[in-house]
């Protein structure tokens, strides 16, 4: 009887993933996210989200031809940030996929704007400079269904007008680089139950909460 519920658990688990990854390919394809062939430098913080993303890109790389390039940034904000390095470091070395890394210090940058600000402009300027530099043809990011949850409502908040409540797109051009969004449609509680089931406990930013 306990073999049978272990198996079980088991075929569940496989199961769960596959209909995540199925999910991940069918948005792709719909939205038109990837090209065959496509070089794609994937940002990874070491967070659930980055990391659930490097993962279903990686699973899908043979099917849809793509090579990955990973590119972590490490904002010098936080004490746990150069553990955060070693953490994705780590992980592309498992996947067996090349990195890319850097240090910046966005605490100094933020003198003279808001730190959310002086963050998003150094990480874009980040993966521009790397994507030019290897040539990539995609950028893919991390953001969720949560994401733009909360986009909507931080702009509500901030009484922007209809324009301002866009969503996030998936796919979007920014600075003469095609930016996409793969998870998207995913939520944060399917990502953390993947990752679970793959037995990968990502990097957690307490700032984030």
């Known amino acids: 009887y306990i073999a049978l519920l272990v198996i079980s658990s088991a075929f569940v688990s496989i ?28 940002a990874v913080s070491g967070g659930p989200d980055s990391v659930a993303l490097l993962l279903i890109l990686n699973n899908l790389r043979h099917e849809f031809g793509t090579s990955l390039h990973i590119a972590h940034l490490d904002h010098m904000l936080r004490y746990e940030s150069a553990k955060d ?3 994705v470091k780590k992980l592309a070395g498992k996947l067996h996929l090349p990195i890319t890394t850097a240090r910046i210090n966005v605490g100094f940058l933020a003198k003279k704007r808001s730190l959310e600000e002086a963050a998003r402009e150094a990480r874009l300027d980040f993966l521009f400079r790397v994507a030019k530099k290897i040539k990539a043809d995609k950028i893919a990011l991390g953001h969720t269904k949560d994401d733009q949850a909360e986009t909507v409502l931080m702009r509500l908040i901030r009484g922007t007008g209809l324009e301002g409540l866009r969503s996030i797109l998936p796919k979007r051009e920014i600075s003469g680089f095609t930016v996409i969004r793969p998870i998207i449609e995913l939520n944060r509680a399917q990502i953390m139950e993947y990752l679970k089931e793959r037995r990968i406990k990502p990097r957690i930013d307490k700032t984030n909460l």
């Open 15 to 42: 199961i769960y993933k596959l209909m995540l990854v199925d999910k991940v390919r069918e948005s792709i394809r719909r939205l038109n996210l990837l090209e065959f062939g496509d070089k794609v430098l994937v």
């Open 85 to 87: 390095a070693a953490f």
